[in-house]
């Protein structure tokens, strides 16, 4: 596992990933802009005649309400963004580190789209759950750890491995390396304690678990990286 966490630290800084990432931060900050800009025009629409007090309430409000949203939605919404370039990704890892590979067919975009729904929701519902544990803080941390760590593992799994095998075979394999899939996982999920390494998690998730897939599938990368 070592050597796939440290391959894939070196690749997030190289520039075809860099971009991704970039592109993918501009676009979260457009989707908060014009969320300000939107709330800005609704209040005025509805408040047409307000002036004095009020006027200056919903002026002082729109920032404030749009920054709050900014700060708590912001890594979700880049996330998410991010999620719809896993393709991409893993494409750049394997034309890296295992170029003597056959094009994989990939997944077709609504279903990665549908996956990644699906695990959002699922994460989101899951970490809300764990909620009523919180009065049992070592119950609570251990649950957390756990449930989130095969949360990830799954999912970055299946998103890489249904690349290349059928989902029968993904899901025998995943049976097979389900110790190792939730160990890095854990590992995946302790990372985040990292400041703003969530912003960037979805593309070190992939690369890592391109390269854990490899090792466990019996492809040997090339020597040359």
Request: charged content about 10%; proline content about 6%.
């Amino acid at each position: 596992m070592l050597t796939a966490l440290l391959r894939s630290a070196r690749q997030i800084f190289s520039p075809r990933i860099a971009v991704v990432i970039g592109a993918c931060v501009i676009l979260s900050i457009s989707c908060f802009v014009g969320l300000w800009y939107g709330l800005d025009r609704a209040i005025h629409y509805w408040l047409p005649e307000a002036g004095g007090l009020i006027a200056s309430i919903a002026d002082m409000g729109v920032p404030v309400i749009a920054g709050l949203l900014a700060y708590f939605l912001f890594p979700i919404v880049t996330t998410s963004f991010l999620a719809l370039f896993l393709e991409r990704i893993a494409k750049i890892v394997e034309e890296q580190h295992y170029p003597n590979l056959p094009p994989a067919a990939g997944l077709p975009f609504i279903s990665s789209l549908l996956v990644t729904v699906r695990f959002i929701v699922t994460l989101i519902g899951a970490n809300l759950l764990l909620l009523l544990l919180l009065p049992f803080a070592p119950v609570y941390a251990a649950a957390w750890l756990i449930i989130n760590g095969w949360l990830l593992g799954r999912e970055y799994f299946e998103q890489v491995a249904m690349r290349r095998l059928s989902r029968h075979s993904a899901d025998q394999l995943r049976k097979h390396r389900a110790g190792k899939i939730l160990a890095t996982g854990i590992v995946l999920t302790l990372l985040l304690s990292i400041p703003l390494f969530g912003l960037v998690l979805p593309v070190f998730a992939t690369c890592v678990m391109v390269h854990r897939f490899h090792e466990w599938h019996q492809c040997k990368p090339s020597l040359n990286n």
